[in-house]
């Protein structure tokens, strides 16, 4: 049997000789913060004459999410060493290499929203020449959350079950990070996970300075007593159904806005579903209701009287100084939210819950192709 076996390769090696094995169609989904493996394995079968020859290979990032063609560098792995290009020191890394010389496995993280695009992996030997494509996509999304009352009016618990109500958690400090990482500029102290209080500053300014006064950073107010009073930050990290804009030609009220997305199967969307909603493409320059009483909208592409340079989610507050909720009387169009039931596509109808309950985390795959 084992000169069976021994003819069997040798006859392989009258053949191609470096071989990949295709992960597969299914992109790679992990949160912000993360670290996450991007598949890459192959065969190798050793040639008569080059004994032992190492391949050599080369990781590049094809496209981001945006659709943009990048063709950048990240590492390439020859002769055992590996070399990271520059942008990608400290964040990524081949676990396997050169242990195990099949397995080209990418090691990738802390993850940042502009990760997400898709990657390609290429492996060389001689003239023979393979790659596959690994398409990565990162969920979940940081944002600031202030009280209706006023600025800095949440205690830790309060701070938490804030984060709890708008279908997030209080953000960790890696979070946070990744967001800064990614251009998140926002000057109010919040709490995060640890019990530190922290913001995020790409333009430092006086009254907002970074971590080390004039350098962009995440300024950090370090450990606080859980009674001290500030905003929070939060991580909503699925959004698990789909948020739409009800726009009528006359205006609603928060309770009629209520109504309105009832009506529809649905609910008023929460502030973590709309940031959520906002990260996959929503593009909407009209303030609405959320659950939580206050009024918001999101922008992808800014644009004049759309609110400001910069994408994102604007909040129409009460007062010139950026607190308080609009009066409920007043009239808005809405953002509702409807879950998905992963079984069978079905509507859930989580109209009798003042807010949206978490939806059990579903499968993605299955998601996307309803
Ligand atoms: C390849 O390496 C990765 C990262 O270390 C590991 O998780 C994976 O199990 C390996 N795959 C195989 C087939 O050895
Ligand atoms: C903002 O303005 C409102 C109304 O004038 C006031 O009640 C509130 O205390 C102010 N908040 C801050 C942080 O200045």
């Given at each position: 049997l084992e000169s069976l076996l021994l003819l069997v390769l040798w006859l392989a090696t009258a053949e191609k000789g470096l071989h990949m094995q295709k992960v597969g169609s299914g992109s790679v989904r992990a949160a912000l913060a993360e670290l996450v493996a991007l598949p890459c394995l192959f065969s190798l079968r050793p040639r008569p004459g080059a004994t032992r020859e190492a391949p050599r290979i080369k990781w590049t990032k094809v496209r981001t999410a945006s659709g943009q063609r990048q063709d950048l560098p990240i590492l390439v792995a020859k002769d055992n060493v590996v070399r990271v290009a520059k942008g990608w020191q400290g964040r990524v890394s081949l676990p396997t290499y050169p242990r195990h010389r099949a397995n080209a496995t990418l090691l990738l993280g802390p993850l940042r929203a502009s990760d997400s695009g898709l990657y390609r992996c290429q492996v060389v030997r001689g003239i023979e020449d393979e790659q596959d494509l690994v398409p990565l996509e990162v969920t979940g999304v940081v944002f600031h959350y202030r009280a209706a009352l006023d600025r800095y009016s949440l205690t830790f618990a309060e701070a938490q079950e804030a984060c709890r109500l708008n279908s997030a958690t209080i953000a960790a400090p890696r979070h946070l990070q990744a967001a800064f990482e990614d251009g998140f500029d926002n000057c109010d102290a919040g709490w995060l996970s640890d019990r530190t209080v922290r913001y995020p500053i790409t333009q430092s300014r006086p009254g907002c300075y970074g971590d080390r006064s004039s350098l962009p950073g995440v300024r950090n107010y370090g450990r606080r007593d859980p009674r001290e009073l500030y905003d929070v930050y939060c991580f909503a990290r699925e959004l698990g159904g789909e948020v739409f804009y009800v726009g009528l030609a006359r205006r609603l009220t928060l309770a009629g806005?209520?109504?309105?997305?009832?009506?529809?199967?649905?609910?008023?969307?929460?502030?973590?579903?709309?940031?959520?909603?906002?990260?996959?493409?929503?593009?909407?320059?009209?303030?609405?209701?959320?659950?939580?009483?206050?009024?918001?909208?999101?922008?992808?592409?800014?644009?004049?009287?759309?609110?400001?340079?910069?994408?994102?989610?604007?909040?129409?507050?009460?007062?010139?100084?950026?607190?308080?909720?609009?009066?409920?009387?007043?009239?808005?169009?809405?953002?509702?939210?409807?879950?998905?039931?992963?079984?069978?596509?079905?509507?859930?109808?989580?109209?009798?819950?003042?807010?949206?309950q978490k939806l059990p985390t579903s499968n993605p795959k299955e998601l996307s192709l309803m």
């Open positions: 806005a209520r109504a309105q997305c009832r009506r529809q199967g649905a609910v008023l969307a929460s502030v973590g579903q709309l940031h959520l909603a906002w990260h996959e493409g929503l593009d909407q320059c009209d303030p609405g209701w959320l659950a939580d009483g206050s009024v918001r909208y999101p922008i992808q592409t800014p644009r004049r009287r759309c609110g400001g340079p910069a994408p994102g989610v604007r909040t129409v507050y009460r007062f010139v100084n950026r607190t308080g909720f609009p009066a409920p009387g007043e009239r808005f169009d809405a953002y509702c939210f409807r879950g998905m039931c992963e079984d069978h596509g079905m509507t859930l109808a989580l109209g009798l819950v003042p807010y949206p």
